[in-house]
Structures are given as C-alpha cells and as structure tokens.
C-alpha cells in the first residue's frame, strides 16, 4: 500500500512538473515571439525545443557519439549563422507549432483510411481486453475528431501568422495552446461519458498509459 502511495505520488510529481514546464516555456515562448526587439536570447527560446528533441534522439541512437556529435555541429553552426536567425526565427517558432500539429493530423488521418485500425481505436484495445461495437464506432470518431483538431489548430496558426500581428499569433500559439488542448480533452471525455456505458470508458489516466506503452511497444519492435 505504502509502495503504491509513493508510486502515485512520484507520477504526481512528474506530471505536475511537466506541466509547470510546459506553461513555463510557453509564456517564455511568448515574450520571445511577441519581443519588439528580437534578440539572440529570443532566437535561442525558439530553438531549445529543436535542439532538445535533437540530443535526446542522439541520445538513444545505437550511434550516441556520432550522432550527440553532429548535434554539437548543429550548435555551432547555428551560432553561426545567429543573425540570420534572429531575423527569421518567428518562422522557427511557426515550423514548431504548424508543423507538429500537421504531422499529428496525418499521423491520426492516415489510420482512418480503409482497412486501416484508427489511432484511438489501436490505444482503447490496449486498455480494454474487449471492444463492444459500440466503443469501436466512437473511437473512430474520436479519431476523426482529433484529425480535424489537429487540421483547424495547424490552418489557424498559418492564418493567423501571415494576416494578424505576430503577438496575436504568439498568443494563439504559445499562450492559448494548452488551454486549448486541455478544453479537447475534457470535451472528448463528457462526451465518451454521456454516450458510452460505463464498462466501455477508460479515465484519461489510462489513455496516457495507453499512448506510453503503444510508444514502448514501439520502440520495442525497432532493430
């Protein structure tokens, strides 16, 4: 039981911390972008996620040296190049926040295709040992429900980015960015509980353990 406690309590922990990281780097994220006077400490706000997501993939290659090594070569050459950067790194910022979410449209998109198993489909059947028809019909809804979020939220931010100030994108893209996803979650969810039976609903919680182990199942299955 103790054991259990610390378990829940160090998950806690780390998601709380995750969060606080999170809404810490957007609101950093949008002081840089909304900056009336760009900088390179701006310029490195835009690229540390880039340059993380870069390490920790070199990280785990089977060629660490070499790759942590072309990384470092990244590093120099983009201070380097520090003053083209700071003259475009809005467009850093942009590739970040429209280009992820693109890749997530395709990414749910393409598993709606036929004969194909929809992505929340795939993680329900990791949490339930059996899936009612019902629960099957949502999920794929669900899946198509997320692919058009993915689609507006990505369309939106190139609109906003080409039509409105850079500020008012900022705050779109970097400010309303969690709310936004938090307000789909909690959607999907009153919706999964007023139309499914309560043996046929999983808890967010379990959606994330889902998405985890589909990650580890993965990564598992590469040479």
């Not at 598993?111 to 999920?139: C, D, E, K, N």
Request: with cysteine; proline share 4%.
């Amino acid at each position: 039981m103790k054991a259990a406690g610390a378990t829940g309590l160090q998950q806690a922990w780390r998601w709380g911390a995750l969060l606080t990281l999170g809404i810490g780097y957007s609101v950093l994220a949008h002081l840089a972008a909304a900056s009336t006077r760009p900088d390179g400490l701006d310029a490195l706000v835009a690229v540390i996620p880039l340059l993380g997501l870069a390490f920790a993939m070199a990280w785990r290659s089977s060629q660490r040296a070499i790759m942590l090594a072309l990384c470092l070569v990244a590093c120099a050459g983009l201070y380097a190049a520090s003053a083209w950067l700071v003259a475009h790194y809005h467009w850093v910022f942009l590739l970040q926040h429209a280009g992820v979410y693109a890749l997530l449209c395709v990414a749910f998109g393409r598993t709606l295709r036929s004969g194909r198993t929809p992505m929340v489909t795939g993680l329900a059947r990791i949490v339930h040992r059996t899936m009612s028809p019902a629960l099957i019909g949502y999920t794929r809804s669900v899946t198509w429900a997320w692919t058009l979020y993915f689609a507006c939220i990505s369309g939106l931010s190139l609109l906003l980015f080409w039509l409105a100030p850079i500020a008012i994108w900022s705050a779109f893209a970097n400010l309303l960015d969690i709310p936004l996803l938090a307000l789909m979650f909690v959607g999907e969810y009153a919706v999964r509980c007023y139309v499914l039976p309560a043996e046929d609903r999983a808890g967010p919680l379990d959606a994330i353990r889902a998405y985890r182990q589909a990650s580890s199942s993965g990564r598992a299955r590469q040479p």
